[in-house]
């Protein structure tokens, strides 16, 4: 069972910035926090990976506060092409199975 | 370079039926996952490889479900007498020794089941 809780879905505008948060509650010592973007009939996608503090890539960033209880994946400026399911997981350091749960759909309007 | 292939991306079967489905993962990766995704749901993981031998094959569901890697490259995920509860869309993945935490998956196999 998925150990994270995200919101189902989000709509978000062309050019507009999309923070997509998601709960850890129950996050151990060792976990990293992952985020992979799943397109239409595709396979997920990792996008970026943290264990606190923030991390950017040129995908985008991730904001892990230091309690570690939530991570927020921010996506600038985003397009047509943004338009994805977005999954949040946790990842014991050595084990390489990673956890799925529904994600966050996103869906950008022109 | 490539990514990693499934073959077939689509495959309609009945009930009670046998199939193949296979996943031919980035060359030079040891690490190999399968995954099965319904509808609205995430990725659920089935089996693990690293090299030939299944590492860990606590996902699968039942004993009708079985892969094999015996080269340590392609890897068949087999099913024996469908059911309709089967149909999903069956993914696969890779990851190289060095950055195993970085998976790359293949689009998938769309089951159906009649």
């Known amino acids: 069972l998925a150990k994270t809780t995200q919101p189902i879905s989000m709509d978000s505008y062309e050019g507009q910035e999309v923070n997509i948060t998601c709960s850890h509650n129950?996050?151990?010592?060792?976990?990293?926090i992952t985020w992979y973007q799943q397109f239409p009939s595709q396979g997920p996608r990792f996008i970026i990976q943290?264990?606190?503090t923030k991390v950017t890539n040129e995908v985008a960033s991730l904001f892990i506060p230091a309690d570690r209880k939530s991570s927020t994946l921010s996506l600038p400026r985003v397009s047509l092409s943004d338009t994805a399911v977005y999954y949040c997981?946790?990842?014991?350091?050595?084990?390489?199975?990673?956890?799925f749960g529904r994600g966050t759909s996103l869906i950008v309007h022109p | 370079g490539a990514g990693v292939s499934q073959t077939p991306s689509n495959k309609v079967t009945e009930k009670g039926k046998y199939v193949e489905l296979r996943c031919d993962p980035i060359?030079?990766?040891?690490?190999l996952y399968w995954y099965r995704q319904s509808l609205g749901q995430g990725p659920e993981f089935l089996i693990y490889?690293?090299?030939?031998?299944?590492?860990?094959d606590s996902g699968l569901p039942n004993d009708r479900f079985f892969a094999v890697r015996p080269e340590g490259s392609v890897s068949t995920l087999k099913i024996q007498r469908t059911e309709r509860g089967d149909s999903a869309v069956y993914l696969c993945?890779?990851?190289?020794?060095?950055?195993?935490?970085?998976?790359?998956f293949g689009p998938g196999t769309r089951l159906t089941v009649l």
């Open positions: 997981l946790e990842r014991s350091r050595g084990s390489y199975i990673p956890t």
């Open positions: 060359s030079g990766h040891t690490a």
């Open positions: 943290g264990y606190k």
């Open positions: 129950n996050i151990a010592t060792n976990d990293y």
């Open positions: 490889f690293q090299g030939t031998g299944a590492a860990d």
């Open positions: 993945a890779s990851s190289s020794r060095a950055q195993q935490d970085t998976q790359y």
